[in-house]
């Protein structure tokens, strides 16, 4: 594996069926549908997604209007105001495997109420992933402040910057995560983030 | 001794890391380990050599990264080229008296294939045959395959490798921490699938330590035929002040390893951390050890992605469903490329029991061979269960058995020549495991001796091809009794007088014995206990039918295989006569219902309740309403009121879609009423659906398919990541006024451009709206679409919308 990649084995996210309606796009003040199979569609993604990630370490630096985030360059003025105070970031990957997708494929075909669900529990599955891994990063560096995650294709932050990510992270291998020509990840319930690394005493800003 | 009786021999001694070698000579983050062949040959030459002088008998080349789908064609040459080059010089110069090969290292290509993914078969098969004529051509001793997560690209490449070049293969994969590949793949299911197509040697990579890949290398042991390999980590990746650091040194790696030796483990080295010291330390440990020999394994199986069955042990359920003789509803998905209706007759067969599904395609109109593959694909996508190739078609056989994930059955051979000369082939090829009809030129015997003898005929022409006997099973044939009424006894005799003489499995389509007879199930189940208890090791037959269903599970349990006669119990208590009886007081409510159903219907539907709903629809037809009645008066007004909330923001995604599920189950109930002439649906508006070119997100356009349907329009729904070419393909032919394109990412939305100009100049007929998370109004007007869905519910008034302006434009 390639020099100071880490890896993550989440283990198993419990459901959290109130994150799932919202993933499933039904507020939280909606009267729930009554014969909305969403116990069935848990009992059908038991045991589909075990969570894994990686992550690795850089140091931040901007150089005039380009942010060097040392495993790429971006022009990106979001991610700039996102990354304020923080001389380093964390890059990570996390996944829900390529079971989930199955399953996803399998309940759509029966229903596309089902296909719905088990979309939304993809999302929750691999979002509670995310937390978890986020929540073991902040012990790891317990004199750092956090910022919270931030993935291409958000703002103006280029969707492009995958091919990048991919490569540093070198996701085909560590999580079996690769990219179509439209950078479009697969298994499909997978993240990538950018996570700033700041002072915890002054959260200043470094420019 | 040649390169492949030393692996037989053992213990054989790989290479160890590369990629931390490099990293310690000065290969940069973010520099490709393989663009050092060109650049520093040097550094690349003396890592081989050092291995080979710590005691490797085999290094693989630093080509793990170089395939066609990363590099032109004439970089992956050069870089080939040259990283043989290093190992050549390396294994000239080194001082090491042991015998020196070199391997082609094929790593994976970095894209997942389909169904999960977007690469397509074939591609990856032509991508990875390239790699390997341009290191056959440099004069590697043999293929090494490795660190693949995926079954099919391993296929992929072990095809490749097979079709292009001679040399021995030898193939590894990465297998989780849980045991399995990443997409499924279980060390008993691979081992199947690669002994079947042919692979020398097989086992496991990376990953892991060498004790926590130990389990995974004991299950090759127990499935393989062909010896085992293993190439281990140095343990996990520590960090240690800053830097990766592996958890094992080389003594504790070796004494790991050489634990396995004895049990069967053959060929070894090491992968991630391990270093020449590793492979020293490894030959110290093992020396003058001798692992037992291989004893080839008799046992008939069959695989899956992830799946593996055994024939032979407990009878096993073949699902006859997808077969479209004597189905005219299938026949009609098979004709209408309706590939949801097969994969919904698969998920129900697999939910009653089945562990093996027959897949025939073949009706007069349909490219039998393109269906055939694609309907493999596809099912393999949603069922584990291994498959049943059944086809007689040749052409259609070889390009489904390319495609399958896994060791097939095959459906079927049988004496006559022309056959066994045109399938056997097949099978030697691709592996598999052959159903054999015993019936030849002269037809069928009309004795079980005569039978015997062609299945006889038939086991030593397949030992010609090197096709092992474990790997054929014999079907006897089941002749109607209504014609012969000695048809079943001669069968069964075949049956067990087969099994006796050969030693072979057998198979039977059992519900052909009832053929012209009324009440066929009751002697069909009848029929397959005696063959059951005859020695059948798989029956084809219908697990949705009760009684056939019944035989089997209670001969289960008759015969000791079925612990405190729980499936017997599970099953008997599904039955409907007792489900009646549970559910008798429920039933009287219905009359009361009736005066209200109407009322009752609108609201079950707007609610969304499924089961109420089609009870209430059902009870209104056996009460004399008009079908097109109830769906003017009662299901319409109540998705418009459902569909009105949606757009007034009062009702949410998941409740509109369960108040179109509910619809749906209302019309289904109206269709069987009126025999399929359904409610003036049938014969709506043609409206082609597809997810474009690059995009693999389908939740969005499945649901706009399940709203249009609602409202009548006849739906094609092409699926997703559908070339342009293909939808206009399918607007031509249905001659559709509205097609419906989804795309959620920026990076398809130029595929989504391209497919709506190639329309409106080939297809101007057809007007075409857009959808999709990042579209907008105004987007949509850009890229030349006729009409944007906001939602699902806009495309459906887009849709009217549309059907309307051109019926007044009809009329003026």
């Not at chain 2, 006569?577 to 409510?589: D, F, I, K, R």
Request: hydrophobic share 40%; charged share 25%; glycine share 10%.
């Amino acid at each position: 594996m390639k020099e100071g990649l880490r890896l993550e084995e989440l283990g198993e996210i419990p459901f959290d069926r109130k994150e799932i309606l919202r993933y499933a796009m039904l507020p939280s003040f909606a009267e729930m549908p009554e014969e909305l199979p969403l116990e069935e569609c848990l009992k059908a993604a038991e045991g589909a997604a075990k969570c894994r990630a990686v992550w690795c370490r850089y140091p931040l630096s901007r150089e005039g209007k380009s942010l060097n985030l040392g495993f790429a360059r971006t022009e990106s003025r979001d991610l700039r105001k996102h990354l304020e105070g923080c001389g380093e970031l964390l890059l990570f990957a996390c996944t829900a495997g390529a079971e989930t997708d199955r399953r996803i494929a399998r309940a759509g075909l029966l229903s596309p109420a089902k296909g719905l669900l088990m979309h939304a529990i993809g999302a929750q599955q691999v979002e509670g992933g995310c937390d978890r891994l986020c929540a073991r990063l902040a012990e790891r560096f317990p004199d750092r402040r956090l910022t919270d995650r931030y993935s291409p294709g958000y703002g103006d932050l280029p969707l492009s910057l995958q091919r990048d990510v991919a490569e540093a992270l070198d996701l085909g291998r560590t999580l079996g995560i690769t990219l179509t020509d439209s950078l479009l990840m697969t298994p499909s319930k997978s993240v990538t983030a950018i996570i700033g690394l700041g002072d915890r005493e002054t959260g200043g800003r470094e420019e | 001794m040649t390169f492949l009786e030393l692996l037989r021999k053992g213990p054989f001694y790989l290479d160890g890391g590369f990629g931390t070698l490099l990293q310690r000579k000065g290969l940069k983050p973010g520099e490709a380990p393989e663009s050092w062949n060109l650049t520093h040959p040097e550094e690349v030459a003396a890592i081989h050599r050092a291995y080979y002088e710590a005691g490797s008998h085999m290094v693989a080349t630093n080509t793990f990264g170089v395939h066609p789908q990363r590099y032109s064609l004439p970089d992956c040459e050069k870089m080939i080229r040259a990283a043989a080059a290093c190992a050549e010089k390396a294994r000239r110069e080194a001082d090491a008296g042991q015998e020196k090969f070199i391997a082609l290292d094929v790593g994976p290509c970095g894209k997942l294939l389909k169904p999960l993914g977007p690469l397509d078969f074939e591609e990856a098969v032509r991508g990875f045959a390239e790699v390997v004529r341009i290191g056959t051509a440099c004069g590697v001793d043999c293929i090494f395959l490795e660190t693949m997560n995926d079954g099919a690209e391993t296929r992929a490449a072990l095809l490749a490798a097979k079709e292009n070049c001679n040399l021995p293969v030898l193939v590894s994969n990465a297998y989780g921490a849980d045991g399995k590949l990443m997409t499924g793949g279980t060390p008993s299911s691979v081992a199947a699938m690669l002994e079947g197509l042919g692979a020398d040697a097989v086992g496991v990579n990376c990953s892991l330590g060498p004790d926590a890949l130990a389990p995974i290398v004991e299950q090759y042991l127990e499935a393989a035929s062909v010896p085992v390999l293993m190439k281990p980590n140095a343990g996990l990746p520590r960090d240690r002040d800053g830097k990766t650091v592996y958890d094992i040194g080389p003594e504790e790696f070796s004494r790991q390893i050489a634990r396995l030796v004895p049990k069967g483990l053959r060929i070894m080295g090491g992968c991630c951390g391990t270093t020449p010291d590793y492979i020293r330390a490894l030959k110290a440990a093992t020396a003058g050890m001798k692992p037992p020999a291989i004893k080839p394994k008799d046992r008939t199986v069959v695989a899956s992605r992830g799946r593996t069955v055994e024939l032979g042990k407990d009878p096993v359920i073949i699902g006859e469903r997808i077969n479209p003789t004597g189905k005219k509803r299938l026949r009609k998905a098979l004709e209408e490329g309706d590939m949801a209706y097969i994969l919904n007759e698969a998920i129900a067969q697999e939910e009653r029991g089945a562990e093996v599904l027959d897949v025939n395609v073949g009706t007069p109109g349909v490219d039998e061979a393109a269906l055939l593959a694609q309907a493999v694909q596809e099912l393999q996508a949603v069922t584990d269960l291994p498959l049943q190739l059944d086809t007689a078609d040749p052409a259609a056989m070889e390009k489904a058995l390319r495609v399958y994930n896994g060791k097939a059955m095959i459906n079927s051979v049988n004496g006559k020549r022309e056959v066994m000369d045109a399938l056997f082939p097949l099978v030697r090829k691709y592996g598999g495991v052959a159903v054999a009809l015993t019936l030849d030129e002269n037809g069928i015997p009309a004795t079980a001796e005569g039978r015997l003898a062609i299945a006889e005929r038939i086991l030593a022409e397949a030992e010609k091809y090197g096709i092992r006997r474990k790997d054929i099973l014999f079907d006897p044939l089941t002749m109607t009794v209504s014609t012969d009424g000695l048809a079943a006894k001669v069968t069964l005799d075949a049956l067990r007088l087969i099994r006796e003489k050969t030693g072979c499995g057998t198979v039977l389509g059992v519900s052909n014995v009832s053929f012209g007879l009324p009440e066929r199930e009751v002697l069909g189940s009848a029929f397959l206990t005696m063959a059951l208890h005859s020695g059948l090791s798989a029956a084809i037959m219908n697990p949705l039918s009760d009684r056939m269903l019944g035989a089997m599970i209670s001969y289960r349990t008759l015969t000791g295989r079925d612990d405190n006669c729980g499936a017997y119990i599970g099953f008997a208590s599904s039955l409907p006569a007792l489900q009646a009886v549970a559910a008798g007081p429920a039933e009287g409510v219905r009359a009361a219902a009736a005066e209200t159903e109407e009322k009752g219907l609108r609201r079950a539907v707007a609610k969304g309740l499924c089961r109420e709903a089609a009870k209430l629809a059902r009870a209104a037809l056996e009460g004399g309403q008009d079908g097109m009645d109830l769906v003017q008066r009662e299901i319409i007004p109540a998705l418009d009121e459902v569909g009105q909330g949606f757009e007034s923001k009062r009702i949410f995604l998941p409740q509109l879609m369960m108040s179109a599920e509910a619809a749906e189950a209302a019309f289904r109930e109206i269709k069987e009423k009126t025999g399929g002439q359904a409610e003036g649906r049938e014969g709506g508006t043609p409206v082609v659906l597809a997810t474009v070119k690059g995009d693999i997100h389908d939740i969005g356009k499945n649901i706009v398919r399940l709203l249009l349907e609602n409202y009548g329009f006849a739906v094609t729904d092409l699926g997703k990541d559908v070339p342009p070419d293909k939808v206009l393909e399918a607007v031509e032919r249905l001659r559709a006024p509205v097609c419906g394109l989804s795309a959620l990412m920026t990076t398809t939305v130029p595929a989504m451009a391209e497919t709506v100009a190639l329309l409106h100049e080939r297809a101007p007929w057809c007007r075409v709206m857009v959808g999709g998370a990042v579209l907008t109004e105004e987007y949509a007007r850009q890229i030349g679409a006729d009409g944007y869905g906001r939602d699902a519910m806009a495309a459906v008034r887009v849709a009217e919308r549309f059907v309307q302006e051109n019926a007044e434009k009809g009329n003026t």
